[in-house]
């Protein structure tokens, strides 16, 4: 069986870690003739607005073909695909939910479901994130946050009432505990104690839903922490590699180059680059 890819980045040619992306349907998907093929995200969150045009689309394999206006809801984990006529028009949403956990919480539990529904009205929303994105002001990040927000507030209350939804996994618990403890040496064997979940269990549903095994998720999350201390704070690079449970430095560089094709010194003065440009 062929092997659904995994993205774990915003995009080819996206910065990284921003706090999220955003880019119009026809920048993704008018140089692949308009179809995305079936993926997944591990640590991202996507939201599309479909305001126009002709869009079918898959989610966890259930197939649908929604008239837009059109919102669609895409947790981490989730398969989707996509095809869309030429000339389709809307946006895409990439956002980290680990950045967001006050979305991505008990209390906005719609959000970590896969849904498609009547996207209508939330057209300025998602232009004023358009607009807050492309800003360099001192108050970006600010501003961009508060506008993903009242976004994804949107989204949440129109998923309560969403026909048809894929289940909640333990995904999202798994990656709050690994960031919780990242430092302390913790194996499969205590995140599934901690879930009440077998070793093997907890393998199936990592597979399942991210296309990896536990050991795999781990990584990737560490790895994206990393990432985000590197560009984040000020903390040394040995100082990241000792948060993140590596005892030694120079074994940290190691994996962190494996995962991002830099090290992190090098890592580190690319997004400082990227963000003197903007």
Same mark, same amino acid.
């Given at each position: 069986?062929?092997?659904?890819?995994?993205?774990?980045?915003?995009?080819?040619?996206? /910065?990284? /870690?921003?706090? *999220?992306?955003? +880019?119009?349907?026809?920048?993704?998907?008018?140089?692949?003739?308009?179809?995305?093929?079936?993926?997944?995200?591990?640590?991202?969150?996507?939201?599309?607005?479909?305001?126009?045009?002709?869009?079918?689309?898959?989610?966890?394999?259930?197939?649908?073909?929604?008239?837009?206006?059109?919102?669609?809801?895409? /947790?981490?984990?989730?398969?989707?695909?996509?095809?869309?006529?030429?000339?389709?028009?809307?946006?895409?949403?990439?956002?980290?939910?680990?950045?967001?956990?006050?979305?991505?919480?008990?209390?906005?539990?719609?959000?970590?479901?896969?849904?498609?529904?009547?996207?209508?009205?939330?057209?300025?929303?998602?232009?004023?994130?358009?607009?807050?994105?492309?800003?360099?002001?001192?108050?970006?990040?600010?501003?961009?946050?508060?506008?993903?927000?009242?976004?994804?507030?949107?989204?949440?209350?129109?998923? +309560?009432?969403?026909?048809?939804?894929?289940?909640?996994?333990?995904? /999202?618990?798994?990656?709050?505990?690994?960031?919780?403890?990242?430092?302390?040496?913790?194996?499969?064997?205590?995140?599934?104690?901690? *879930?009440?979940?077998?070793?093997?269990?907890?393998?199936?549903?990592?597979?399942?839903?991210?296309?990896?095994?536990?050991?795999?998720?781990?990584?990737?999350?560490?790895?994206?922490?990393?990432?985000?201390?590197?560009?984040?704070?000020?903390?040394?690079?040995?100082?990241?590699?000792?948060?993140?449970?590596?005892?030694?430095?120079?074994?940290?560089?190691?994996?962190?180059?494996?995962?991002?094709? *830099?090290?992190?010194?090098?890592?580190?003065?690319?997004?400082?680059?990227?963000?003197?440009?903007?």
């Amino acid at each position: 069986m062929e092997r659904i890819p995994t993205w774990q980045l915003y995009g080819e040619a996206s /910065p990284f /870690p921003d706090l *999220l992306h955003i +880019e119009q349907i026809v920048d993704r998907a008018a140089g692949q003739d308009w179809v995305i093929a079936a993926h997944r995200h591990v640590n991202l969150h996507q939201i599309f607005l479909i305001r126009s045009g002709v869009v079918e689309l898959s989610l966890d394999g259930r197939r649908r073909h929604p008239a837009p206006p059109v919102v669609i809801n895409i /947790p981490p984990g989730t398969v989707h695909d996509f095809t869309f006529a030429a000339g389709t028009e809307g946006h895409v949403l990439t956002l980290p939910p680990a950045d967001f956990p006050d979305l991505f919480g008990h209390e906005m539990t719609a959000l970590l479901r896969a849904f498609d529904a009547d996207g209508a009205g939330l057209e300025s929303m998602m232009d004023a994130i358009a607009a807050r994105h492309a800003d360099s002001g001192p108050l970006r990040r600010l501003r961009l946050r508060a506008a993903a927000i009242d976004l994804c507030c949107a989204v949440s209350e129109r998923g +309560e009432g969403a026909a048809e939804t894929v289940a909640l996994s333990h995904i /999202p618990q798994l990656e709050a505990l690994i960031r919780t403890h990242l430092a302390d040496g913790w194996q499969v064997t205590d995140y599934a104690h901690a *879930l009440r979940l077998s070793d093997r269990h907890l393998r199936r549903l990592c597979l399942e839903a991210t296309g990896l095994s536990t050991h795999g998720f781990i990584a990737a999350t560490r790895l994206r922490e990393a990432c985000r201390l590197l560009a984040y704070t000020r903390m040394q690079v040995q100082e990241v590699g000792f948060a993140l449970g590596f005892d030694d430095p120079a074994y940290f560089v190691r994996v962190f180059r494996q995962g991002m094709h *830099l090290s992190p010194t090098e890592y580190r003065r690319k997004i400082a680059g990227a963000e003197g440009q903007g």
